[in-house]
């Protein structure tokens, strides 16, 4: 019970305090596991952080379902994840249907018409943190290069994200690895 | 069944979303506004800003709050589960062999391969939230709102809640 509970502590801390997204929150993850609780030493958690980066989908509830399950089996895998993710999914949940409520004034039409450039923004201070990523990676030409092909394959001729990254995984799986594979400091953490 | 909707529009992006939490946002909205037309592009990113400036991981907000918005609280339950279930699985029970698997070249550059497309899918979408916006609110505020935030988020390195907390003021009250 006392493990659960404290469980329960250490994922809803790093939940509520993980401003900036699921890799912003894994120094608040490690801080709480291996400082706190000591639920494993820092070599452990980083072969499970490496882990975890080698596999798709959000960061920051691999994590603690991971740890979850080695703390307190299924239930505790159940715990952790649940009191990372719940407690800011019903914030959002309760804030945007307040905010529905009011959509006919004209101030919070105002309000969300000042939000769309600034998310364009970060979304394109995204774009380019994952282009140069690739390009630590590949180089500048092939990033080049494989940026205007995978455009026009996914604008152009309108083939679904999912199909194209299906067949890139199992390109990358399958090609021959190169001799000069370069260092990178790729998976550090994404 | 409009819970197989929404858990398939969780589970791609929740298996495809190399690169953590940020790689599924295109993802996500490619299925939610693109293919099953759920939500306008601004209804999304309303949804993408206020989970921006809140804390925690971003995908599963996403998939909790628009599976609630399209099937109430069971859709919500459904869309997080399409988030987190399949990777969490593939971990706990392919931990042992992945680890020993870790260093090959061939699996480090799962993710490399993976980035471009990521990159292409945020930049086209960061076009349509310009488009979106320039038809809005024309092209004088949009570009008044892009550079300021801009600089203020990463010359002078201010915390993006705040700066959506500006955008809102400014815009309840001038536009």
């Keep these: 019970m006392r493990t659960h509970w404290n469980l329960f502590i250490a994922f809803f801390r790093v939940g509520i305090l993980g401003f900036g997204g699921g890799p912003a929150s894994i120094p608040l993850i490690q801080k709480e596991v291996v400082d706190h609780y000591k639920w494993m030493d820092n070599e452990e958690f980083g072969d499970i952080l490496a882990l975890a980066n080698t596999l798709p989908g959000p960061i920051a509830t691999k994590l603690p379902g991971y740890i979850g399950y080695r703390v307190g089996q299924t239930l505790g895998m159940i715990n952790a994840v649940l009191a990372t993710i719940v407690p800011t999914i019903l914030l959002m949940i309760v804030l945007l249907t307040t905010l529905s409520q009011f959509r006919e004034f004209n101030w919070v039409q105002g309000m969300t018409a000042a939000v769309v450039p600034v998310v364009g923004m970060m979304m394109a201070v995204l774009t380019w943190q994952f282009a140069r990523k690739a390009s630590i990676g590949l180089g500048w030409v092939k990033t080049c290069i494989f940026l205007v092909l995978f455009f026009i394959i996914l604008q152009i001729l309108n083939v679904h994200p999912g199909i194209l990254i299906a067949v890139l995984l199992i390109l990358a799986l399958s090609l021959p690895a190169r001799k000069r594979q370069r260092k990178n400091k790729e998976g550090e953490d994404i | 069944m409009i819970y197989i909707d929404i858990f398939i529009a969780f589970f791609i992006p929740g298996i495809l979303g190399y690169g953590g939490g940020p790689a599924s946002i295109p993802l996500i909205e490619n299925e939610v506004v693109i293919r099953y037309g759920w939500m306008s592009v601004q209804e999304f990113s309303e949804i993408l800003a206020l989970g921006n400036s809140l804390p925690g991981p971003i995908a599963t907000k996403m ?18 589960f399409a988030t987190v279930a399949p990777s969490l699985i593939l971990l706990i029970f392919l931990g042992g062999m992945l680890l020993k698997y870790k260093d090959s070249p061939k699996v480090k550059r799962l993710t490399l391969f993976v980035q471009p497309v990521i990159a292409i899918l945020l930049g086209v979408m960061a076009w349509r939230f310009f488009s979106e916006s320039y038809e809005g609110i024309g092209i004088w505020q949009t570009a008044l709102l892009v550079g300021v935030s801009f600089l203020l988020i990463e010359r002078f390195k201010i915390h993006p809640a705040l700066i959506i907390a500006g955008a809102l003021i400014y815009g309840g009250f001038l536009l």
């Excluded at chain 2, 628009?66 to 997080?80: F, L, R, T």
């Design chain 2, 63 to 80: 998939a909790g709050y628009i599976g609630y918005e399209v099937g109430g609280i069971p859709g919500a339950v459904v869309g997080v």
